[in-house]
Nanobody
Framework: QVQLVESGGGLVQAGGSLRLSCAAS????????MGWFRQAPGKEREFVAA????????DYADSARNRFTISRDNAKATGYLQMNSLKPEDTAVYYC??????????????????WGQGTQVTVSS
């Protein structure tokens, strides 16, 4: 199985940017599609973006489209989420997740068996 570790979260002012990273270990990273999800206090975990194992296909939640960019570097076994024009409502714990590449990308957390521990993103107004 694959192990995932997120990093890059922090405190940023509204309008600022952050780049989250998701470092994978264990099984070959290119065996997995990857997704980013977030969870704010008192809310359910929600889909942010997903990317296929090759990086050829991406999918974004409406809230992320045109502001966030998901990418991956299989040689470095690392996935990324570049977040621009951040808003206070983007404040949440952000998680990366992985699922076997033979399955298409999914927006549902229950479809991903592998998860990182999360990284906190706080956007101040």
């Amino acid at each position: 199985q694959v192990q995932l570790v997120e990093s890059g979260g922090g405190l940023v002012q509204a309008g600022g940017s952050l780049r989250l990273s998701c470092a994978a270990s264990g099984r070959t990273f290119s065996w997995y599609g990857m997704g980013w999800f977030r969870q704010a206090p008192g809310k359910e975990r929600e889909f942010v973006a997903a990317i296929s194992w090759s990086g050829a296909r991406t999918d974004y939640a409406d809230s992320a489209r045109n502001r966030f960019t998901i990418s991956r570097d299989n040689a470095k076994a690392t996935g990324y989420l570049q977040m621009n024009s951040l808003k206070p409502e983007d404040t949440a714990v952000y998680y990366c997740a992985a699922r076997a590449r033979e399955y298409s990308s999914s927006r549902y957390p229950s479809d991903y068996p592998y998860w990182g521990q999360g990284t906190q993103v706080t956007v101040s107004s």
